[in-house]
């Protein structure tokens, strides 16, 4: 099992940049493939991006590509998610996820294949 906490949210100015972490604990951590995801009110939960379990293979949503960097430290079991040229339309409650899959390269995007979620938090963009 593995028990998954975010951080780091809050309420920003569009243009300016935040970092989530994400902290594990249980495991297996360093064998998953993570992910984060957001989901404003009214709106789908939507995948943001996602990095394999070492780091080799990264895969980000459009909307956020160029913008947004995914990173792990797995002796540390911690996800970030650094986000830059932070825009409105990026205010939604942030998760992360680890993926069902252990030991792949591949970087999921359906909400159905994480099956650990974290608890969100809050980034909010105000023009």
């Known amino acids: 099992q593995v028990q998954l906490v975010e951080s780091g949210g809050g309420l920003v100015q569009a243009g300016d940049s935040l970092r989530l972490s994400c902290a594990a604990s249980?495991?297996?951590?360093?064998?998953?493939?993570m992910g984060w995801f957001r989901q404003a009110p009214g709106k789908e939960r939507e995948f943001v991006g996602g990095?394999?379990?070492?780091?080799?293979?990264?895969r980000y949503a459009d909307s956020v590509k160029g913008r947004f960097t995914i990173s792990r430290d797995n002796a540390k079991k911690l996800l970030y998610l650094q986000m830059s040229s932070l825009k409105p339309e990026d205010t939604a409650v942030y998760y992360c996820?680890?993926?069902?899959?252990?030991?792949?390269?591949?970087?999921?995007?359906?909400?159905?294949?994480?099956?650990?979620w974290g608890q969100g938090t809050q980034v909010t963009v105000s023009s």
């Open positions: 990095i394999s379990w070492n780091g080799g293979s990264t």
């Open positions: 249980g495991r297996p951590f360093s064998t998953r493939t």
């Open positions: 996820a680890a993926m069902r899959a252990m030991a792949t390269m591949v970087v999921a995007t359906a909400v159905n294949e994480y099956n650990y």
